[in-house]
């Protein structure tokens, strides 16, 4: 499992992956304390997206990407 380089790249990636099959994808989103460092990881068993920051800004990007996420999940349409 490799770490998506840039934010765009894994928010692209992990949206198409929800809306290709949202009963079977799920996100993980973990902080190291010792390490300083935020670790977010997209998966449905067969593609795993990760990314990884150290910087304190892409906490509002994250946010913004998971309320989006949130918003398919309660959406009708599927």
């Known amino acids: 499992m490799t770490y998506l380089k840039s934010w765009e790249?894994?928010?692209?990636?992990?949206?198409?992956?929800?809306?290709?099959?949202?009963?079977?994808?799920?996100?993980?989103?973990?902080?190291?304390?010792?390490?300083?460092?935020?670790?977010?990881?997209m998966t449905d068993d067969v593609v795993c997206l990760q990314f990884k920051t150290e910087i304190a800004q892409d906490v509002r990007k994250i946010d913004k990407f998971i309320n989006n996420l949130l918003r398919h999940m309660a959406s009708k349409e599927h």
Do not use: D
């Not at 973990?30 to 990881?41: A, F, P, T």
């Open 9 to 41: 790249e894994f928010e692209k990636a992990a949206e198409k992956l929800y809306l290709q099959a949202p009963s079977k994808a799920r996100y993980t989103m973990k902080y190291v304390h010792s390490k300083n460092v935020l670790i977010l990881k």
